[in-house]
């Protein structure tokens, strides 16, 4: 478990493609070896790979949390949304700060204000699109190259496999908020790919193109977003298809 998913675990929410092509969250495209991380200025906890995904952990979490509002689940997506406001952004203040940019605590204020006061879907997509676009403008405190965005996509895969594993116990989806946060970061994950595959070199456009072939093998995983009560994707699968992916993301895949 990554350090910056201890820091993050918990939260959870959607993404429409409109909104996704406002972020860009993990900046420009770069080829650096893919061995390299970024490194964080002076003053910062994290280095730039934590960071990011953090930033993309949030971005998972508002996913679902969204998409479950525009379901009608109201009393399930204010439980998503509940932490990133309570606990996890005040993690992140020190962090921006040190990398001179502002944070996003109106905006994120604002989708919660919306969600609690039950405003149509269209206000709370514009609110959730903003939220989005003062992430991506976070983002712009870390180098975030290609090759870093890569990795931090295969991150969120591999939390998205953790927290799967944490929703099955004996057959049975027993912790549906962990079902939901799996299917949030997945989602993401298939975002970035899909912008970093139109604007890439050849060489790492091949790597991303068979992370997404291993990531369409977890789209099963997930019949509905409210859990069922069996998984229709075993544990030891969606592990195969998360370590397929980061092996892909090596270019060994």
Known sequence: MTPIFRLFRGLALTWPAACFLLLGVLGGCG???LSQRGQ???G???DDYDYLLGLNLIRG???VGVQLYHEGHVENALKHMKHPADELYADLVPEFSARGVRGFAPELE????AVRGGEPSGRVELAHCRLLRAIQNSALGANSDAALRIQVTAGLVEV???EYEEAIEDGHIVE???????YGFVGVARKNLELLAATLNPALRDRV????????KLRPAWPRLIAPPHPALSVDDFVEIANAVAAAAEGDG
């Open 176 to 182: 549906p908020h962990e079902y939901q946060d799996a």
């Open 110 to 113: 604002a989708l919660g204000t």
């Open 31 to 33: 080829g650096a070896d």
């Open 44 to 46: 910062t906890a994290l």
């Open 40 to 42: 964080a200025g002076t």
């Open 209 to 216: 193109r068979h992370m997404q072939g291993h990531l369409e």
């Open 61 to 63: 979490h508002l996913r």
């Open 160 to 162: 998205a496999a953790e």
